[in-house]
């Protein structure tokens, strides 16, 4: 079965500092990976996506991911984050075979103080 | 990339009265779209899948008829919160993603903030 566990709940980081959001996943065969950002009562916006390319994955805003199969891991990161990354983060793995089907991690909300 | 439109954004409805929202690929056409539901502070809960022309398929313990969906035409689905109350009051949040592209990202509707008095 596939599954995806977001391990913080929340992440608190000073403006200009780094982030890093932690996502592991569990699945049966090489997944397609997203990382989607949610604003307060916004749709989903798609930050990056791993389909079996680069392992190293870079998206916008300075966000990239790295996929590391052996320890099933796709987390998140930012040299120096601004204010303005402060929100709801979800990883999601695709469902293969099952009509495209997502899979939302628990979320991580990320604070961003001054 | 694609857009897909969800209306209304916020919506009021007494206790009792059903509320519809419409989720819409402006430039795609989607013969799957999905519902998801997403309680304060939570994660998005899938509800169903709508497929154009057929049935939904629901998520187990989603009630179908409390949660009708329609999905007339390959850029329109809706989803219809029949006899609401208080505890269906939550955010609601559509997705499509462009056919015969396994490994795409799913595009979301804006959400759909629906509460019940």
């Known amino acids: 079965a596939q599954s995806v566990t977001q391990l913080d709940s929340h992440v608190s980081v000073s403006e200009g500092t780094p982030v890093l959001l932690r996502c592991n996943y569990s699945?049966?065969?090489?997944?397609?990976l997203f990382w989607y950002v949610q604003h307060p009562n916004k749709g989903l916006q798609l930050l990056l996506k791993?389909?079996?390319?680069a392992t190293l994955v870079k998206g916008i805003n300075g966000f990239e991911a790295e996929f590391k199969k052996s320890e099933t891991s796709f987390h998140l990161t930012k040299p120096s984050a601004h204010m303005s990354d402060a929100a709801e983060y979800f990883c999601?793995?695709?469902?293969w075979g099952q009509g495209g089907k997502l899979i939302f991690g628990q979320g991580t909300e990320l604070s961003v103080k001054p | 990339g694609a857009v897909v439109s969800q209306h209304p954004s916020r919506v009021i409805c007494k206790s009792g009265t059903s509320v519809k929202i419409e989720c819409r690929s402006l430039?795609?056409?989607?013969?799957?779209m999905f519902w998801y539901r997403q309680f304060p502070k939570q994660s998005l809960m899938l509800m169903a899948t709508?497929?154009?022309?057929?049935?939904?398929?629901?998520e187990q313990g989603v009630e179908k008829d409390k949660f009708l969906i329609n999905h007339a035409s390959l850029t329109l689905s809706t989803l219809t919160v029949t006899s609401a109350h208080p505890e269906d009051s939550s955010f609601y949040i559509c997705?499509?993603?462009?056919?015969?592209?396994?490994?795409?990202?799913?595009?979301f509707g804006q959400g759909t903030r629906l509460t019940v008095v």
């Open positions: 997705s499509a993603r462009v056919p015969g592209t396994s490994g795409t990202e799913a595009f």
């Open positions: 430039d795609f056409q989607a013969t799957t």
């Open positions: 709508s497929n154009e022309g057929s049935k939904a398929t629901y």
């Open positions: 699945s049966s065969y090489s997944p397609s």
């Open positions: 791993y389909t079996s390319a």
């Open positions: 999601v793995v695709d469902l």
